[in-house]
């Protein structure tokens, strides 16, 4: 049986910062469990954010293990050197390619954990088997592409599927979510089963995004079961 950590993870995703200092934005989120980081291509989403040099000027700035969610075109070409930069965790989309195992493999073998997105109106069931070679499933709960959209609480049947699996011992994965995320919504995914959060405007809008982060993972704790030990 997969093990879930010990305490819900918040990772503040840097979409909803000042670009002008990611640094110092970095810092204001210090103890975050993971710092996440929407590359978009603006073709795989009508949007363009940023790329490999930011990732890697980001790595030298903190110590938060980045979480690295590609939301492009070919991610076998273009994942594994955010994996080989030394990017934690780096997760592509589904939709973006017929061969998720090979492109999981590619990002574990360059060093880093392998995580599959699903777009909302993914259906699940074709992926669960693929699910058994990726570390984490990122369950978008907004269309991706743009920051401050609002959650769609559709997809929390997918995640409440997978945790039963998790559960159950037929599947090892970590249950990640993005998009919502907020005080409002939170409860209702920690409650299905995440245990992730990816939190944008909901920390990087508040007055003190450090104090923001840990309300966050108080308030979702209250809806937490306690495990033994956290993921390997």
Not at 139 to 168: C, H, W, Y
Request: proline residues 7%.
């Amino acid at each position: 049986m997969c093990q879930r950590p010990r305490a819900p993870m918040i990772a503040p995703s840097i979409l909803s910062a000042d670009f002008a200092d990611l640094g110092a934005e970095a810092r204001a989120v210090a103890g975050s469990d993971w710092l996440h980081v929407d590359v978009m291509d603006a073709h795989f989403v009508p949007n363009l954010t940023l790329g490999l040099p930011v990732v890697e000027s980001l790595l030298a700035a903190t110590d938060i293990p980045l979480d690295c969610h590609l939301m492009i075109d070919d991610p076998g070409r273009w994942a594994p050197p955010y994996a080989a930069a030394g990017a934690h965790n780096v997760t592509f989309h589904a939709e973006a390619t017929d061969d998720p195992r090979a492109v999981a493999r590619d990002i574990r073998a360059a060093g880093a954990k392998a995580g599959l997105a699903i777009k909302p109106g993914t259906d699940l069931e074709p992926y669960l088997e693929i699910l058994r070679d990726v570390d984490t499933l990122l369950v978008m709960s907004v269309e991706p592409g743009f920051g401050g959209q609002s959650f769609i609480a559709g997809v929390l049947s997918k995640v409440r599927t997978v945790r039963n699996l998790v559960d159950a011992g037929e599947l090892s994965v970590l249950v990640e979510i993005d998009g919502g995320i907020n005080a409002d919504t939170i409860e209702r995914a920690a409650e299905a089963g995440v245990d992730c959060f990816v939190a944008g405007s909901a920390v990087y809008r508040a007055q003190d995004p450090g104090r923001a982060v840990a309300a966050l993972r108080e308030q979702a704790a209250a809806y937490w079961p306690v495990p033994a030990t956290e993921l390997p």
